[in-house]
């Protein structure tokens, strides 16, 4: 995000790292105006909310299956 706030077009991005423009907008919508430390943040919190979404489907299934037996 910092090459594309000091001015780097979109399609130099998009040569140089390998990805689409589509990437970098979606990036530039989720992380524009955050530093390191937050994008990384938001991060840790991201993958800890999913752990714990499959622990609850994966508690939820046990429920259901001990309540068949």
């Known amino acids: 995000m910092k090459e594309l706030e ?6 130099d991005l998009c040569r140089k790292h ?4 589509a990437s970098i907008y979606n990036w530039k919508a989720r992380f524009g105006g955050m530093d390191v430390s937050e994008a ?3 991060k840790a ?8 979404k499959r622990l ?3 508690a939820m299934l ?3 299956a001990l309540k068949d037996l």
Do not use: K
Not at 6 to 11: E, I, L, Q, R
Not at 18 to 21: A, F, I, Q, R
Not at 45 to 52: F, G, Q, S, V
């Open 45 to 52: 919190l991201e993958d800890e909310d999913t752990r714990l």
């Open 6 to 11: 000091a001015g780097v077009s979109v399609t």
């Open 40 to 42: 990384r943040r938001l």
């Open 62 to 64: 046990d429920n259901a």
């Open 18 to 21: 390998g990805v689409g423009d």
């Open 56 to 58: 609850l489907a994966d």
